[in-house]
């Protein structure tokens, strides 16, 4: 969908090779009817969008009913926002056994939380309430964003935790828990890799190569550490060099029994800690601050951000 355009170094140039690492069956599409009833349920959280519960209550009632009238659902009678979803929907449009009442593009973690899919990727909400892509590629100071999950597309690098937690919020979400993420990373087999307990090299977007080396590399070795500051570090052009960021899903066997993608590997996540902590690895390293699903780096402020740190969002089921 959008194609465009480490970690502040502490100790030179072999510091900075590592980043961060130092400091610390993609679902159907649904239609209309399915979605109006999920947005009752899973509201997008954005002023701009003035969203009420009286709002998304009538889209509720009104899907059903509508459904009900044009034979799009078998007809079911009396109908209301309470009206379980399972009675919405056709047998075969129904949640998939391991979907639970998660909305289409997240995964249901044994019907406690949901996850998304897939790493976020962002779209930008104008003041008219209206939305356009936003480049992966760069930072979203300034401008009011929210976070969606698509298959391939390149998600969003440069990102900090609490811009990521309000993303997340703009979307009738919020940022995973680290023990959710952790869970959710490992599968219901609890393997350490999600799709095992021993790496798979390449299986995961976790062998790229070093996008700031690629990139300032005379410079960085002749101007040493003043050289590795926070611009450089942000800079678009480094994710958007061949061999680094992947997209969404790309690595088909970077999965696991929950059906979530590139939960190791390609981008850092960040998750609810406002001390500032990111899991998973990212496309350079998923070992230094522990292995695959265990990995974990907590050096930085949760408003930190370079091209490593990226996030997914997770949700409370529906009742």
């Known amino acids: 969908m959008f194609w465009w355009a480490l970690p502040v170094a502490i100790g ?6 590592v980043g961060c690492t130092e400091a610390s069956a993609r679902p159907p599409h649904p239609n209309a009817e399915t979605l109006a ?14 969203a009420s519960a009286e709002r998304h209550e009538r889209a509720a009632r009104g899907a059903s009913m509508f459904a009900a009238s044009t034979g799009l659902l078998p007809s079911i009678g009396s109908t209301t926002a ?15 056994a391991n979907n639970g009442l998660c909305p289409p593009d997240m995964a249901s973690i044994d019907d406690r939380f949901c996850v998304d899919r897939f790493e976020a990727s962002l779209v930008e909400v104008l003041p008219s309430g209206d939305e356009r892509p936003w480049s992966p590629f760069q930072g979203m100071e300034g401008h009011v964003v929210r976070a969606v999950s698509e298959r391939g ?20 979400k919020r940022l995973c828990k680290p023990s959710e ?20 090299a390449g299986r995961c977007n976790d062998h790229g ?15 040493g550490q003043r050289e590795w500051n926070f611009e450089k570090m942000n800079d678009p052009q480094l994710n958007q060099l061949s061999g680094t960021l992947a997209a969404t899903g790309s690595h088909d066997g970077c999965t696991n029994g929950y059906g979530v993608y590139d939960m190791v590997g390609n981008l850092h996540e960040w998750v609810a800690d406002p001390a500032g902590t990111f899991q998973g690895g990212y496309y350079q390293d998923t070992h230094i601050n522990g292995d695959g699903c265990d990995y974990k780096t907590m050096a930085h402020e949760f408003r930190y951000h370079d091209y490593s740190t990226g996030f997914r969002c997770c949700a409370d089921p529906a009742p």
């Open 12 to 17: 030179g140039l072999a510091a900075a090779v």
């Open 37 to 50: 009833v999920y947005g009752a349920r899973f509201p997008i959280a954005s002023a701009q969008r003035g």
């Open 82 to 96: 309470e009206t379980p979803l399972e009675q919405l929907l056709r047998e075969g449009d129904r949640p998939l």
């Open 153 to 172: 597309v390149m998600p969003q690098g440069y990102v900090s935790g609490a811009q990521a937690a309000e993303a997340c919020g703009r979307s009738g």
């Open 181 to 200: 993420w952790r869970t959710a990373c490992k599968g219901p087999e609890k393997n350490v890799y999600g799709y095992g307990n021993a790496n798979q």
């Open 209 to 223: 190569r070093g996008p700031v080396i690629a990139l300032y590399g005379q410079q960085l070795e002749a101007g």
